[in-house]
C-alpha cells in the first residue's frame, strides 16, 4: 500500500475509547476520572498495557507523564510527539482527553501492523493533571516538562482535602524515576474534540486552530460580618455574597465593554456559613478570563479589579485578591496549521481555520517545538459535561488526519 492510502482502524479507536469510558463511567454517559485517583491509575495501567502490546518504549517521568516511543530508522534525530490527557473533569465526557491519547496510540497501531518505520521516532503521550479540577492549576505536568513550572512547587499542590500531589502520584504507583524536563522535540500535534460550537455551526470535520487564547486565572477573597438575618437591620451590613453578587455582574458585563474579543467567567464560589439565617462573612470566588489579546485582557482585569475594590469598600468587605495563573496567548506553527488543512483537504474532509478557546497542553509544548492541533465536532458544542459527544465518524476522520500529519513531520530529515 502507498503511504498516501493509508488509514487507521475506526472501529479499533472506537473500541478503545469504549473500554476507556468504562473507567470512571457516571449514570449519564460521562466519566468521572479526576486525578491521581484509582479510576486515574485504572486508565494509565490500560494505556501502559497497550502501549507495550505495539512494542512501544514506555517510560514514566517523576511527574507522572507517560511517554511510549516508536523507534525511528534515526533514533539521533528528534521525535514526533502526540499526547493530551486521561484525567477528567468531575463529571466530565467521554472524549475530552482521551481521544488524543487514543488516537496517535491507534496511528502507532496503524504503522506497526504496516510494518511502517519512519525516520523519526515518534512518541505518543499521557499528560498528568491536564484538568486541574482536583489540583490546581491545570497543564500541571506539561507545565513542568517545559520547565515553565516548579516541580517541588506542583509536588506540594493539594486537593481540597488536603491531599499532596506527590503523596498521591505515590499512592497510585506512577511516581517515575525519570526526570520531568523537556527534550528535544521536532513536532507536536494534539488531537482534541473542540469544546465548542464553531465546526458544527459552520458544518466542518476538521478544524486546525491557528493558536489558544491566553488564560487568565484569579482568586477572590472577601471577608463581611456574620449575624442573624431577623434582628439585623438592613442598613449597615458587611454582606460579603451581596458585594459578590455585583461584582459577578461586572464580570460577565467585562467583554462587552472591552469591545469583544474576549471572554470573562465566574465558575466557581464558596459562601460561608452558607446558612440561611446568618448573613455571610466570608466568600471566595474565581475569575477565568480568555482573549486572543493579552494586553486587552489584562487591561480588562485592571479595569474589573478597580471595580471590585471600590464595591469592596462601598459595602465594607475587605477583599483580598491573588493572581494565580496566567499562560500567555499560544501562536501555533503556521507550517504545521497549514498542514493539517492541507491534509484535511486531501483526504476529502472539509475544514476550518479557528481559534482555541480551551487551554491544552499543546499551549506549553508550543513554547518547545513547532506545534498544531486537529479538532473534531463537539455535539452541541458541548463539553466538561456527561452528555458531550463526537460521532464515530470525525473521530476516525481526525484519527487518519493526525496519521498522515505525524508521517508528514517524522520522515522529514
Ligand atoms: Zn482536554
Not at 195 to 220: N, V
Request: glycine letters at 8%; hydrophobic letters at 35%.
Amino acid at each position: 500500500m502507498e503511504l498516501k492510502d493509508m488509514r487507521i482502524n475506526g472501529e479499533r479507536l472506537q473500541q478503545s475509547l469504549e473500554e476507556m469510558a468504562k473507567i470512571g463511567a457516571t449514570p449519564a454517559g460521562g466519566v468521572q476520572r479526576l486525578t491521581l485517583t484509582d479510576e486515574d491509575k485504572q486508565a494509565r495501567d490500560l494505556l501502559v498495557k497497550w502501549m507495550k502490546e505495539i512494542d512501544l518504549e514506555v517510560t514514566i517521568d517523576e511527574m507522572g507523564n507517560i511517554f511510549g516511543k516508536r523507534a525511528g530508522k534515526n533514533n539521533d534525530l528528534a521525535p514526533v510527539m502526540s499526547g493530551s490527557h486521561v484525567d477528567s473533569q468531575p463529571k466530565g465526557g467521554r472524549f475530552d482527553g482521551i481521544l488524543g491519547v487514543m488516537g496517535p496510540l491507534e496511528v502507532m497501531r496503524t504503522l506497526h501492523e504496516n510494518n511502517i518505520t519512519t525516520e523519526r521516532p515518534l512518541v505518543v503521550v499521557d499528560w498528568t493533571n491536564e484538568e486541574g479540577s482536583r489540583f490546581s492549576p491545570a497543564m500541571l505536568a506539561s507545565g513542568v516538562w517545559a520547565e515553565e513550572l516548579d516541580r517541588d512547587w506542583a509536588f506540594d499542590r493539594t486537593d481540597i482535602n488536603g491531599k499532596r500531589f506527590e503523596d498521591e502520584l505515590i499512592r497510585i504507583g506512577y511516581k517515575g524515576t525519570l526526570p520531568c524536563k523537556q527534550s528535544p522535540l521536532h513536532a507536536y500535534y494534539e488531537y482534541h474534540i473542540e469544546q465548542g460550537p464553531m465546526l458544527e455551526r459552520e458544518g466542518k470535520i476538521i478544524g486546525a486552530p491557528k493558536g489558544i487564547l491566553c488564560l487568565h486565572w484569579y482568586d477572590i477573597y472577601l471577608e463581611g460580618e456574620a449575624n442573624q438575618v431577623g434582628p439585623t437591620p438592613m442598613e449597615g451590613r458587611h454582606d460579603v455574597l451581596c458585594a459578590a453578587a455585583e461584582m459577578i455582574l461586572k464580570v460577565n458585563e467585562l467583554p462587552d465593554r472591552m469591545g469583544g474579543n474576549m471572554v470573562a467567567t465566574v465558575g466557581e464560589i464558596q459562601n460561608y456559613p452558607n446558612s440561611r439565617n446568618i448573613i455571610p462573612d466570608k466568600l471566595h470566588f474565581t475569575v477565568d478570563i480568555r482573549s486572543w489579546d493579552d494586553d486587552l485582557a489584562i487591561n480588562a482585569w485592571n479595569k474589573v479589579a478597580e471595580d471590585f475594590r471600590q464595591i469592596a469598600d462601598r459595602r465594607g468587605c475587605p477583599i483580598k485578591i491573588e493572581e494565580t495563573w496566567r499562560v500567555e496567548h499560544a501562536p501555533f506553527s503556521d507550517k504545521l496549521v497549514q498542514g493539517i488543512l492541507d491534509i484535511s483537504s486531501e483526504l476529502g474532509y472539509s475544514n476550518l481555520h479557528m481559534v482555541s478557546g480551551a487551554g491544552h497542553d499543546a499551549s506549553y509544548m508550543n513554547h518547545l517545538a513547532p506545534t498544531a492541533m486537529i479538532f473534531v465536532p463537539s455535539i452541541g458544542g458541548r463539553s466538561h459535561v456527561e452528555v458531550e459527544e463526537t460521532t464515530w465518524e470525525d473521530c476516525t476522520a481526525g484519527g487518519n488526519v493526525l496519521l498522515h500529519a505525524m508521517l508528514r513531520s517524522a520522515n522529514e530529515k
